[in-house]
């Protein structure tokens, strides 16, 4: 029988910040800010995997001009 894999539907703060590589600090401000899109799950905030996705891709096609 073949092992099922469940994704997840919601990442909280602190697993987006490891995904991104960024502190937990830097990450709350981004979603406070309004830089990653969440919502609010009774009192804590929820990110849908494609929300971090936007977020990647418009700092990476920001960065397009960038020689290095």
């Known amino acids: ?3 099922v894999v469940i994704q997840r539907k919601w990442h909280t703060t602190a697993e ?3 995904m991104l590589g ?3 600090s830097k990450t709350k ?3 406070l800010t309004g830089e990653i899109r969440s919502v609010k799950v009774g009192r804590n905030r929820r990110i849908l995997p494609v ?3 936007e977020y990647v891709e418009r700092i990476a096609t ?3 001009g960038w020689a290095a």
């Open 29 to 31: 401000m981004l979603v």
């Open 62 to 64: 920001g960065a397009e």
């Open 22 to 24: 960024f502190g937990l």
């Open 16 to 18: 987006v910040a490891e």
């Open 51 to 53: 929300w971090v996705d």
């Open 1 to 3: 029988m073949a092992a």
